[in-house]
């Protein structure tokens, strides 16, 4: 299996911030990499594809970047409806589709 | 647009077994395959298994293997997963997504508490 790590696990941040996470694969993924948000007590949200293909009305302060096994998520303009639990996902591999163990961003 | 509408809350003995309904609606069903993706609780995402609805094939995560089953009514546009002999660790938040590799929709989850 792919393994997706990712850090931090948890990180404070203000309003108005940037932020960035990291998320690594154990073996090149090309690109086959989403990110989903969730909310508490929420059902999680398609936030980009392919590395860095922004999701139907997703905010343009939403970016992704990365290649090989190294990708990240920036927030720019942290805004209050922002904190949220953010989490990668490879699917390179169809047979075993693995999410990272999610990044806690809290105010 | 799109909807997928996940059937009720399940309390489960263990060694039971449990099945889950999600009805797709709002968007061509054939265009889509369908995917399954957990959550304990307080935890991440787990991928659980996908089923391609032109053909209903199916590709299942390892772990599940032997226990995990999910089927198709297309006449219903509805898919469903079957987990057997569940174990105090299915306990979860069962989610039926749109996608076979990323997943733009999702349902509302179905929660599946296993105990004695």
């Known amino acids: 299996d792919i393994q997706m790590t990712q850090s931090p696990s948890s990180l404070s941040a203000s309003v108005g911030d940037r932020v960035i996470i990291s998320c690594r694969a154990s073996?090149?993924?090309?690109?086959?990499l989403a990110w989903y948000q969730q909310k508490p007590g929420k059902v999680p949200k398609l936030l980009i594809t392919a590395t860095s293909r922004l999701a139907s009305g997703v905010p343009s302060r939403f970016s992704g970047t990365g290649s090989g096994t190294e990708y990240t998520l920036s927030i720019s303009n942290l805004q209050p409806e922002d904190f949220a639990t953010y989490y990668c996902?490879?699917?390179?591999?169809?047979?075993?589709?693995?999410f990272g163990g999610g990044t806690k961003v809290e105010i | 647009q799109g909807q997928l509408a996940q059937s009720g809350v399940e309390v489960k003995k263990p060694g039971a077994s449990v099945k889950v309904s999600c009805k797709a609606s709002?968007?061509?069903?054939?265009?889509?395959?369908l995917s399954w993706v957990r959550q304990a609780p307080g935890q991440g995402l787990e991928w659980m298994g996908r089923?391609?609805?032109?053909?209903?094939?199916?590709i299942y995560a390892q772990k599940l293997q032997g226990r995990f089953t999910m089927t198709l009514d297309t006449s219903a546009t509805t898919t469903y997963m079957e987990l057997r002999n569940l174990k105090s660790d299915d306990t979860a938040v069962y989610y039926c997504?749109?996608?076979?590799?990323?997943?733009?929709?999702w349902g509302q989850g179905t929660l599946i508490t296993v105990s004695s």
């Open positions: 997504v749109r996608g076979l590799r990323d997943y733009d929709l």
């Open positions: 709002g968007y061509t069903f054939f265009n889509h395959g």
């Open positions: 089923i391609a609805v032109n053909d209903g094939s199916t």
């Open positions: 073996q090149a993924i090309f690109n086959s």
């Open positions: 996902q490879q699917y390179y591999t169809t047979i075993e589709l693995t």
